[in-house]
């Protein structure tokens, strides 16, 4: 069974990126998965994090984008009569062994005129994936950071949504929107995957500030009265990250990494898989559980 997760917030800066790259680093190599990532962000940094210049390069032009699978001709690629690309054309294999796979489908800033041309596109995504989707154990969609179009073609796609978020005041009413636009689109969209809510994941977690503290709190009562899990695993902040992406290197094997950070990333995927195993069995009646 093939598990879709869109890693969704409205606010950037908040290692969204960062998780769902080592999420699907973690879940190949660690847990032996069969795994697809999607950048389905315009500003394309998941791409930018798992392949170098020369290969994206390369790639978007003999290959193509998400952007060639979902715009007529984005970027002139393709003759406006010519036909799309099938998803698996698009795809670059970055690691594999006997049982298991990375895969990744990348992004360009092309993506963007989705959202200035919207109509009929709430369905493309998940028409897309319904082929591919078989091959793959995990499928984790990173968002880009705004309530338009493309939420809601992520969401369509998903089963799950996890949330990363920063432990500050600015993220307490915005985790409130989030939520609210997950309920408006599961009212208002057709929901074939009956999307459920994972909870979030505080990132960037320094542990020096009672402030900190203090947040973090506030958004765990708030999300009690959400009824929206909360993580008991965090990521802590740390220049581990920033060498990662540098180096284009998971960062729970990125050089002079601290223990407890590699250790994190494994107890988030494994948290992840009880609250999916969880959330399979019991439907939304497990979301409030904490």
Request: net charge neutral; hydrophobic share 40%.
């Amino acid at each position: 069974m093939t598990h879709t997760v869109s890693l969704l917030n409205m606010k950037g800066g908040v290692g969204k990126t960062t998780l769902a790259v080592n999420l699907a680093w973690y879940a190949y190599r660690h847990r032996n998965k069969r795994v697809l990532l999607i950048d389905f962000d315009p500003q394309f940094n998941a791409s930018q994090y798992v392949m170098d210049y020369s290969a994206y390069a390369d790639h978007v032009k003999n290959k193509g984008t998400i952007a060639d699978l979902l715009i007529e001709s984005p970027t002139l690629r393709l003759r406006p009569k010519q036909r799309r690309p099938a998803t698996t054309a698009c795809i670059a294999h970055l690691e594999h062994s006997e049982s298991a796979c990375l895969d990744f489908l990348p992004s360009e800033l092309t993506l963007a005129h989705v959202v200035k041309n919207p109509a009929q596109m709430e369905f493309r995504l998940e028409k897309l994936l319904a082929p591919t989707r078989p091959h793959y154990d995990y499928i984790f969609i990173d968002c880009a950071p705004t309530d338009s179009v493309l939420t809601t073609m992520a969401l369509t796609a998903s089963c799950f949504v996890l949330v990363p978020m920063r432990p500050d005041r600015f993220s307490i009413l915005g985790f409130a929107n989030l939520i609210k636009t997950i309920e408006a689109f599961r009212e208002n969209s057709s929901d074939p995957n009956n999307v459920q809510n994972l909870g979030l994941v505080f990132t960037q977690v320094r542990g020096s500030s009672s402030v900190e503290a203090d947040c973090m709190n506030d958004i765990r009562v708030q999300a009690v009265k959400l009824k929206s899990y909360v993580f008991r695993n965090t990521l802590g902040y740390s220049n581990t990250f920033l060498t990662a992406i540098q180096n284009q290197t998971p960062a729970f094997e990125t050089k002079y990494a601290r223990d407890d950070l590699k250790a994190s990333i494994g107890e988030v995927v494994k948290e992840m898989e009880s609250r999916i195993t969880q959330l399979s069995a019991n439907g939304d009646t497990a979301e409030g559980a904490q």
